[in-house]
């Protein structure tokens, strides 16, 4: 057989259980990763910073634990990729920031080490945004990260490089953070699966930004995976998180699963429309209990919380000092009337409860809400800012560059849910389209259950891309 197509093919719950049988060992699935991105990686840049030697004596020390009948955890001998926003010991990380080239850190972000402990071996850095504040994928230290499906057409961002990886086959499992769909874009741009955590499920020690100590608590970031199911999801999840792994638990019932299709002032691409349209059937004849609702919140209203909120806690100034400046600006003057910058946040901050409790009440009749993953397929590559080509109601238009990105996966970090992003199709183009479940806060587990649900359902699973 070609071992490095069949290590490819699986998936990492897969790949951990052919090592644990004997089927391959772990050094023969590292080095056939290593093969597979030898040849594919150029022409895609997914992957930017490898860590070959150690990552094949690791694998040899994996086999010989094997082989005295040492197991170091659920992924014993798995390889993974990690994107360049962790830190990780004796492995550059940057960030995508250029000031951070040369950055080699002494020890591993907690993520890193918890997925280590549970026997992964970091095969490779992802490439991603500078300092993780856009959703394409490209920086001034390794340039640009290509869609698997089409090399000129964005793999989203900030965490590109890892679903493009992951995509390819280069990587059966990659570690991300998601402030507003930077795990969840990229997932649906290129056609695998991704998971945002509820706020403060998942620990962010080592992760970058913040740069320095930051200034209020973020409320936005979370750490999560990007991989080719859901299993595999649920069990980085539970490595990442100490939660028990409890996807294969007996359902209490059918879920319940609320769907919104469209939204009032929110365009979205006919061929995402029709894609939406056509699983919301398929979930509906395979006996699923799906109810078609209207949105629960203003979503143009939620967003522009999210844009102000993201620029208190999360958006680092070195990302885009022009817009901070203006930002600042606007804010002080309108501080004047309002009792300064900290009423304008505690404003902002009670905006945000506002929405939490009237998602909360919504959430509390459903086990997830289905809506778009994201407006449009990928894009072509473009200056980030300038409106996004998008065909609506079958006229063409150019859309604004955010709503047209992140429009649909702001909300999620603003209410501080969980979210899961499904693969579901393509389009005319071969590119993929994929759709969000967002479920109840603190409820990641069940979330995870009801997704693996509805994925074997309608989810796609999307052959790799070469």
């Known amino acids: 057989m070609e071992l490095a197509n069949d290590v490819a093919q699986l998936d990492a719950t897969a790949l951990a259980e052919a090592i644990r049988k004997g089927t391959c060992t772990s050094e023969e699935a590292v080095q056939s990763l290593f093969e597979r991105i030898d040849r594919l990686n150029g022409k895609y840049n997914a992957l930017v910073s490898l860590d070959r030697p150690r990552a094949l004596q690791r694998a040899r020390e994996a086999d010989l634990a094997q082989a005295r009948g040492q197991s170091w955890g659920p992924l014993h001998g798995v390889p993974i990729t990690v994107k360049d926003s962790f830190r990780t010991a004796g492995l550059r990380t940057t960030a995508g920031y250029a000031p951070l080239r040369d950055s080699v850190p002494d020890r591993d972000a907690d993520a890193v080490a918890r997925l280590k402990n549970a026997g992964a071996i970091v095969i490779g850095k992802s490439n991603c945004a500078p300092l993780c504040s856009d959703l394409q994928t490209r920086n001034d230290i390794f340039g640009t990260t290509g869609n698997p499906w089409e090399a000129g057409r964005t793999a989203g961002g900030s965490s590109g490089g890892e679903a493009a990886a992951v995509a390819l086959g280069l990587s059966p499992l990659g570690l991300g953070s998601d402030s507003g769909g930077s795990i969840r874009v990229p997932a649906s741009y290129c056609g695998v699966y991704g998971f945002k955590p509820s706020i403060g499920k998942i620990a962010r020690d080592g992760l970058i930004p913040p740069l320095g100590d930051p200034a209020r608590e973020d409320s936005l970031t979370v750490v999560g995976a990007i991989a080719r199911s859901v299993r595999d999801l649920a069990l980085s999840y539970s490595i990442l998180s100490g939660e028990p792994y409890g996807i294969d638990a007996a359902p209490q019932h059918a879920p319940r699963i609320a769907w919104t299709g469209e939204f009032p002032r929110q365009l979205m691409d006919d061929e995402v429309s029709s894609a939406l349209e056509a699983a919301y059937r398929t979930l509906s004849d395979s006996g699923a209990s799906v109810e078609k609702v209207e949105p629960p919140l203003d979503l143009h209203f939620l967003n522009f919380k999210y844009f102000m909120l993201n620029m208190y806690e999360f958006s680092p100034r070195e990302s885009s000092p022009g817009l901070h400046k203006l930002f600042w600006l606007f804010e002080s003057a309108r501080s004047v009337f309002s009792g300064g910058i900290e009423a304008n946040y505690k404003k902002l901050k009670a905006d945000q409860r506002e929405q939490v409790d009237l998602f909360d009440r919504f959430a509390q009749q459903f086990d997830c809400w289905a809506l778009p993953a994201t407006p449009t397929a990928a894009f072509h590559h473009q200056k980030s800012g300038r409106p996004i080509p998008i065909r609506h109601r079958g006229k063409s238009k150019r859309y604004s560059y955010w709503h047209a990105t992140g429009g649909f996966a702001f909300l ?55």
């Open 412 to 466: 999620a970090n603003f209410l501080g849910c969980p979210s899961v992003a499904i693969p579901i199709g393509r389009d005319r183009n071969g590119l993929p389209i994929g759709i969000q479940v967002v479920g109840r806060r603190e409820q990641d587990t069940a979330l995870l259950r009801t997704a693996a649900h509805i994925a074997e359902r309608i989810g796609s699973t999307m052959p790799l891309a070469t």
